[in-house]
């Protein structure tokens, strides 16, 4: 009997261990999340107070904690640029748990690709420990200093589940003086030049000027973590920066709202932005034969207000698309704007009203700061 009621307590008591088990561990992850989070919030509430190209060197170092120099300068000209940068991360505990987890042959296997969501990769053990609270957490932002001012800024904050190489981030967010490489310019990207988003709920891109204004740049350094440490279903991009997916949906309305108003369709703040932000040129054209399109369209060219002229584009490029499509119902003698360079969705050319050809030339330019390019900062670091 002795032996019996030993045998009953060992079991009930190995019965009580496998189901506080999960709870331990899923106390324990989610503990460790709080834990690194809150060291991501500092870094983040530190970056938002740096003012670009006005907070000294001594000042970035007292406000964000934990920065790190880089080992070499750069120069630019007459200015020097360094950098600095600062890691929060669970790799290698990810990694080992990735590695190590129980019944790793029993669910799916493959890279991100062949997935609807990340998490619908991870096989069975791994997902019951997703499901406890085991995230992949890891946030990693830089900061440029310009002759010991601040110059720029940039973080990105990987996805929650990682499947493989390469990490995936989940918000991307940095910042530039004027745009040095682009792609299409959108129509979204036209209603906001100084604070641009891409991307989805799921991973967004955010990309904001310099003198963007700082309520609005702001937004992008106040996220929302609790979902690593007390969501299920994980962290979506809309989760993690609710500012920010509102200000893109904000945005997204008015680009609507244009597209149903033809008079504000290419607004005079537009076409500053573009001058201001972009490399582009910029052609002051008479029309003397109006045509269906632009290659029966013929032009006169009365000024070259910015950059070069498409001939000039054409003498020095063996391929070269034709000049932009002219708005509809142009008449000989009409003058038009004509912007060239990147490929804009809407407003390539368009009337030149006094206002419109007032706001271009009083738009100045941004600064180049090679800063700005990413590739740049990856080897300044």
């Not at 096989?123 to 001012?149: C, E, H, M, P």
């Not at 700082?214 to 350094?221: D, G, K, P, R, V």
């Not at 989760?239 to 200000?247: F, G, I, N, S, Y």
């Not at 008449?331 to 969705?345: A, K, M, Y």
Request: with cysteine; net charge neutral; proline share 6%.
């Amino acid at each position: 009997m002795t032996r019996l009621r030993a045998a009953k307590l060992v079991g009930g008591w190995a019965c009580l261990l496998l189901l506080l088990l999960p709870v331990v561990f899923a106390v324990n992850w989610r503990v460790r999340s709080f834990v690194l989070t809150r060291r991501i919030q500092a870094v983040l509430s530190g970056l938002e107070q740096v003012r670009l190209d006005e907070t000294t060197e001594e000042q970035l170092l007292k406000t964000v904690p934990g920065l790190i120099r880089s080992d070499s300068d750069q120069r630019d000209g007459s200015s020097v640029v360094h950098g600095y940068r600062v890691l929060v991360s669970n790799e290698r505990e990810w990694s080992w748990w990735f590695r190590n987890a129980p019944l790793q042959s029993f669910g799916p296997s493959g890279g991100a690709e062949h997935y609807l969501k990340d998490t619908d990769g991870l096989n069975y053990s791994l997902k019951i420990a997703y499901w406890l609270g085991w995230r992949y957490i890891s946030f990693g932002a830089t900061v440029s200093v310009r002759d010991g001012i601040a110059s720029s800024i940039s973080y990105e904050l990987g996805q929650d589940v990682q499947l493989g190489m390469p990490r995936f981030p989940v918000l991307s967010v940095r910042s530039f003086h004027a745009i040095q490489r682009w792609d299409p310019i959108s129509s979204t990207d036209d209603e906001s030049p100084e604070y641009r988003i891409k991307g989805t709920s799921r991973a967004l891109w955010l990309r904001y000027a310099a003198d963007a204004s700082h309520e609005l740049s702001a937004h992008a350094f106040q996220l929302s973590l609790r979902c690593y440490y007390l969501s299920v279903s994980g962290c979506a991009a809309g989760d993690l920066a609710p500012l920010v997916w509102q200000d893109k949906q904000a945005i997204e309305d008015r680009v609507t709202l244009r597209s149903r108003d033809g008079t504000t369709s290419c607004s005079d703040r537009v076409l500053a932005g573009r001058v201001r932000y972009l490399p582009v040129n910029v052609e002051l054209l008479e029309v003397v034969q109006p045509g269906r399109d632009s290659l029966f369209t013929t032009y006169k060219v009365k000024e070259v207000i910015r950059g070069d002229s498409w001939e000039e584009v054409v003498a020095r490029s063996s391929f070269a698309p034709p000049r932009p499509v002219p708005t509809p119902s142009l008449q000989p003698g009409e003058t038009v704007l004509s912007f060239t360079g990147p490929n804009f969705d809407t407003c390539q050319v368009v009337p030149a009203t006094p206002s419109a050809e007032a706001a271009v030339r009083a738009a100045v330019p941004a600064p180049r700061r090679r800063e700005d390019d990413r590739r740049f900062i990856e080897n300044l670091l």
